[in-house]
């Protein structure tokens, strides 16, 4: 009896950790298991936390309770602990988790009545809760979608703004947001939010009856998902910002990238198309082309850059940071025309506009210069992170996993441009860094498997004066 207890318990416990395991990397990868399976930039985490346990259940019988409580148990706690990135409670992960639990007990009980089962089943419930709860979100996505083409359809003066593009897109979203806002009741996509799902939940649960404006920014892992978004919001403006190379490893060439972004003028409701003339140079009847700005000037206090406007030269000037935020300024200026805003009241709008958190955010700390430029990840904006870093007279210290989801030629390039010029690298990560040993020649380099230990490292390493530049932060899953 006890025994059979104790199987009970071990195996609920057993089919749970894996199932955390399971819905932690499908939250990380969008939900996606082929992505999980095979875009995974750890994979040797999947034999290690996954398939080793699931072989040992099946070949030490009687001895496996001692092997998951002495051996699997802590070293999924350990994992775990070390997440820079952890799983988030939503309501989808809650549902596979409270299905899985039922799943198994379900099974357990039937085995433990029946004596029917030499050792109780772990990959059936996986499959069954994986499979059940993938029918089920496809289910309630279906009903969320129509309630939220109900509400936008009901919201009859509501403009809605998409914005996509390689590079820049929520830089943009959120200055059209600030600039907009002096005139409008103006609402937009929080913080990275860019998926259909999370367009339509946020649409449902955050968009108030009373926006004028809502500005969406769209993603895309492969093609087809921004040309869903359009098909969702029938966007009336729409901006496709700089294109490069960034997420080439899923569309496999920049011409699949350029088409994908240009889904999201498949709107029937489009009156003005704002596009980056690295995009496309056809002409059309509803498209605007816009480009960097003449005369840019970029330091470590300000930004500034001019636009022609007919005929005349307006200056812009701003506290953004970054020499490439003149695109995403300029788009925004084109959007606040577009929305009858006078170049005046633009100017000051531009003029008071706030960095966005964890790009190219200038930290002034106990002597030091932080420039948090975290939440970029494409070379451009990296190269103007280090030239930004260049005009300090100080020590130099730059943090970085280097390029992620991109080509070893574009984090060579990288690596080129920090070469000479910072005195301290420390590289974050196993994904980059045997490129970045080979390669980099400065003064001192560091190289972590993992962040656990960089605060330290960093109060060893730096001293009053020196500048800080942190690129790209990306989770200790990559």
Known sequence: MYEQIGLFVTNLLFVLVLGWYLITNLQWYNYSLERVVLKHHKPLWHLIYFFIPLIAYYTTGKYFSIFFYFAIL??????????????????????????????????????????????YGVFLPLSIAYIGSYIIEKYLFAIYKKEASKKIKSMKNLKIIAVTGSYGKTSMKNFMTQILSKKYRVYSTPRSVNTIGGIIKDVNESLSEETQVYICEAGARERGDIYTIAQFLHPHIVVVGKVGLQHVEYFKSLDNIVRTKLEIMQSDRLERAFVHK?????????????????????????????????????????????????????????????????????????????????????????????????????????????????????????????????????????????????????????????????????????????????????????????????????????
Request: hydrophobic share 45%.
């Open 278 to 478: 690295s995009v496309t140079d056809t002409p059309h009847e509803k498209v605007t082309f816009f480009g960097d700005g003449e005369n840019i000037e970029a330091t470590l206090q300000h930004t500034s850059f001019e636009l022609e406007f007919d005929g005349k030269k307006e200056h812009f000037s701003t506290k953004i940071l970054g020499s490439f935020q003149a695109i995403n300024i300029n788009a925004s200026i084109l959007v606040a025309k577009e929305f009858a805003m006078s170049i005046d009241e633009i100017k000051e709008a531009v003029k008071s506009l706030k960095s966005v958190q964890h790009r190219l955010e200038r930290i002034d700390a106990g002597g030091k210069i932080i420039l948090d430029d975290g939440y970029n990840g494409n070379i451009d904006g990296m190269l103007e992170a280090v030239r930004l870093c260049s005009l300090h007279e100080g020590r130099k210290v730059i943090v970085t996993p280097g390029l992620v989801e991109s080509t070893p030629e574009l984090n060579q390039k990288l690596i080129s441009a920090i070469n000479g010029l910072f005195d301290i690298v420390i590289v974050t990560g196993a994904l980059n860094a045997e490129l970045f040993d080979k390669h980099l020649h400065v003064k001192e380099k560091i190289i972590l498997q993992d962040k656990e230990t960089l605060t330290k490292v960093l109060g060893e390493k730096t001293q009053s004066g020196d500048i800080i530049l942190f690129a790209n932060d990306a989770p200790n899953f990559i």
């Open 74 to 119: 802590p070293a999924i706690f350990i994992w775990h602990k070390r997440l820079d990135k952890k799983v988030v409670l939503t309501w989808r992960v809650r549902r596979f988790l409270i299905l899985l639990v039922s799943l198994t007990l379900f099974q357990d009980f039937l085995c433990t009545l029946e004596s029917g089962c030499v050792m």
